[in-house]
């Protein structure tokens, strides 16, 4: 008798185990659709930057060595007619484990790999931003094995960096160097940059090395009115 009743005791035990897991199972595949944070994305493109971020398919997500949304082929724009300013194999979206539970996607860092920057786009996307941005953003970002292209031809390539901001980038971006509002020279970013070989105007440059330090960031940043 009391060893159905252990028996009786292990089965229910195991059931509730596999109903937990099941609907483990549907909380972590209502929570995880990449679907929706793949749209989200391409909405905070358009509102954030002012750009057209193009795809090839819907994002999928992983789960080792954190938790990421990989996007194929992606690209960005200043319209969906325009020639991309940065295009990549694949970028890794990567977010805290809270996003699981929590109702909220927050972006810890963003990974490239095989990017193409075309700065006769870019340019074009500046001039094209308004004078004022409405969004704080920042982000920290990796690239791997870039591409530096200006007047259609490799200006750098093998191009390795690792960035984070110190500031509101869109900001810089409204008020960039050149437009009537005071800004800096540089965007607010803390890192390093490492390029194989660079080359401008006839001048080559092999094993190139940048290193910009927080601390001097922050210091070149213009400054800012208090809060109303």
Do not use: C
């Not at 028996?7 to 659709?33: C, D, E, K, P």
């Not at 509102?47 to 819907?58: D, K, P, R, Y």
């Not at 900001?171 to 800096?184: F, K, L, Q, V």
């Not at 390093?192 to 001048?203: K, L, P, R, S």
Request: glycine content about 6%; overall charge neutral; hydrophobic content about 45%.
């Amino acid at each position: 008798m009391a060893e159905k009743r252990r028996r009786r005791r292990w089965s229910i035990a195991l059931a509730v185990v596999v109903a937990l897991f099941a609907i483990g199972a549907l909380m972590l595949r209502h929570y995880t659709r990449p679907e929706t944070l793949t749209a989200l994305l391409i909405d905070n493109a358009r509102s954030q930057l002012g750009a057209e971020l193009g795809l090839s398919e819907t994002g999928r997500f992983g789960f080792t060595p954190n938790l990421h949304l990989t996007l194929a082929h992606p690209s960005l724009k200043e319209t969906p007619k325009s020639l991309p300013f940065l295009s990549a194999d694949s970028i890794d979206v990567v977010m805290p484990w809270a996003t699981l539970w929590s109702d909220r996607y927050d972006i810890e860092r963003i990974e490239l790999v095989r990017p193409i920057l075309d700065l006769d786009a870019l340019n074009a996307w500046f001039a094209a931003r308004p004078a004022s941005a409405p969004v704080d953003v920042r982000f920290a970002l990796r690239a791997t094995d870039a591409t530096l292209v200006a007047g259609g031809k490799v200006i750098a390539k093998d191009v390795d960096l690792d960035f984070a901001s110190t500031g509101d980038i869109s900001a810089w971006i409204a008020n960039r160097p050149g437009s009537t509002a005071r800004s800096t020279l540089l965007p607010p970013l803390s890192g390093t940059v490492d390029a194989a070989v660079v080359e401008i105007d006839g001048t080559r440059v092999e094993g190139l090395h940048m290193e910009s330090r927080e601390d001097e960031a922050a210091a070149k940043q213009p400054a800012r009115k208090p809060p109303l």
